[in-house]
T-cell receptor, first 116, second 113 residues
Framework: DQQVKQNSPSLSVQEGRISILNCDYT??????FLWYKKYPAEGPTFLIS?????DKNEDGRFTVFLNKSAKHLSLHIVPSQPGDSAVYFC???????????????FGQGTILTVHP | DSGVTQTPKHLITATGQRVTLRCSPR?????VYWYQQSLDQGLQFLIQ???????AKGNILERFSAQQFPDLHSELNLSSLELGDSALYFC????????????FGSGTRLTVV
């Protein structure tokens, strides 16, 4: 049961343009969402997060949007740079603290390639 | 270097064998998480420890076990290995109690032949 889905295995964009990575979830109990970035031969690194009480969170070139009614979140990267080429994972948790003990449910990942 | 150390980086072993994967968390972090990433799959949560105690369990097979030692390093033991156990195994750590802001290690790639 894939509760977090990234339906696009890959995305290719030109340098300077916008990259939009999408993520859908099915569990309405999820209330905290994160994006991780992963380079080859490295572990994932935290990128940006959003709580379900917000619909947008911005950090520099990265913005995450959350649409709770559609159970959909997206990561926008503007402008995209070749160094952004990596695998991007979205992740979700059912409890921002409390008893969830930090367990995350990850999507399958989207490979982003930014061409110079 | 993320500060989370996983050894070995690569492991090739035969079916039916037993292996131990090791993780040293970032200095000061009390929580350790283990995840498995199989081909074309996202990271699947296996188990979490906090300061030596098991805190949460995911879809971890009975053939797999883990523990966190007093010095906070953790080991994931995989036994009676099957071809389908071939995967990347990631360890992550976080400061204090429940936290989603993991620091991941670079993973151990296990190949079962």
């Amino acid at each position: 049961d894939q509760q977090v889905k990234q339906n696009s295995p890959s995305l290719s964009v030109q340098e300077g343009r916008i990259s939009i990575l999408n993520c859908d979830y099915t569990n309405s109990m999820f209330d905290y969402f994160l994006w991780y970035k992963k380079y080859p031969a490295e572990g994932p690194t935290f990128l940006i997060s959003i709580s379900s009480i917000k619909d947008k969170n911005e950090d520099g070139r990265f913005t995450v949007f959350l649409n709770k009614s559609a159970k959909h979140l997206s990561l926008h990267i503007v402008p995209s740079q070749p160094g952004d080429s990596a695998v991007y994972f979205c992740a979700a948790s059912g409890n921002a603290g409390g008893t969830s003990y930090g367990k995350l449910t990850f999507g399958q990942g989207t490979i982003l390639t930014v061409h110079p | 270097d993320s500060g989370v150390t996983q050894t070995p980086k690569h492991l090739i072993t035969a079916t039916g064998q037993r292996v131990t994967l090791r993780c040293s968390p970032r200095s000061g972090d009390l929580s350790v998480y283990w995840y498995q990433q199989s081909l074309d799959q996202g990271l699947q949560f296996l188990i979490q420890y906090y300061n030596g105690e098991e805190r949460a369990k995911g879809n971890i097979l009975e053939r797999f076990s883990a523990q966190q030692f007093p010095d906070l390093h953790s080991e994931l033991n995989l036994s009676s290995l099957e071809l389908g156990d071939s995967a990347l195994y990631f360890c992550a750590s976080s400061a204090g109690g429940p936290s989603f802001f993991y620091t991941f290690g670079s993973g151990t790639r296990l190949t079962v032949v």
